[in-house]
């Protein structure tokens, strides 16, 4: 199902399964409500966004998709609210925002992955959402939960994350914020900022660990707000090994 050239469209309550490409492109322009569909097995994206195009992305499920479950291009504008994101094998990306892209991702439950959950070269709020990946993986490619690229501007707020090396890896960003994220299994250091231009803003985070050499965050450039940021032993049920 596509939707371009300055188009304006309602995508709703549709399968759309074993594609050769997206299940559902918006592109060229084109203005898209996505709501209440399933996208599954196709060979590309779950979703696509491209080439300046406005989406707002509700209650959908992307299931077992080639490539990213949603993916957002070419200075689009995305609100992804409340979908149901997953892959259990391969590298891409949950959620990619690329080429100076923006959105607002909230409220969405993200299992699976490769080197990220939500991949960030634009600008991105990211808040609420459930991080479920499928790691963590210590060694080889990376593994975020939040990839933030150079010159990438990110808000990434009240997330709960699972099983990935980091929550969130910003390095030479533009500006971070992480307030308020939960993040249990993880490698070392839940939250790492390396040199971004302006001051991080880094606080009131919580990482689950057991080993009293693991950090809740590490902010090495210009620092803003760094405070409250504690870690904590885990419950019973969370004390699972990690895998090496």
Not at 38 to 46: D, T, V
Not at 153 to 168: I, S
């Amino acid at each position: 199902i596509g939707a371009e050239d300055g188009t304006d469209v309602v995508i709703r309550g549709n399968h759309c399964d074993k594609n050769e490409q997206a299940g559902i492109g918006i592109q060229n322009e084109a203005r898209g409500l996505v709501v209440d569909n399933e996208c599954r097995e196709n060979a590309q994206a779950g979703i696509g966004i491209r080439e300046k195009a406005n989406a707002i992305v509700i209650r959908n499920k992307c299931i077992e998709n080639a490539k990213v479950a949603i993916g957002v291009r070419n200075e689009s504008n995305v609100r992804i609210v409340d979908n149901e994101l997953s892959r259990s094998g391969g590298m891409p990306p949950m959620i990619a925002i690329q080429e100076d892209s923006k959105a607002v991702i909230s409220d969405n439950v993200i299992t699976g992955g490769g080197v990220a959950g939500v991949l960030v070269r634009g600008t991105a709020t990211i808040t609420g959402n459930e991080f479920n990946g499928n790691g963590p993986r210590k060694g080889g490619p990376p593994n975020f939960a939040a990839w933030v690229h150079p010159g990438s501007t990110v808000t990434f707020t009240d997330n709960r994350v699972d099983r990935w090396r980091h929550a969130l890896s910003a390095a030479e960003a533009e500006r971070v914020r992480a307030i308020g994220n939960t993040t249990n299994r993880f490698i070392d250091t839940a939250i790492v900022v390396v040199n971004s231009t302006q001051p991080a803003h880094v606080s009131g985070n919580v990482a689950v660990s057991d080993n009293e050499q693991d950090e809740s965050v590490r902010v090495t450039g210009p620092q803003g707000v760094i405070s409250d940021n504690i870690r904590r032993a885990p419950r019973p049920s969370q004390a699972e090994p990690v895998n090496e």
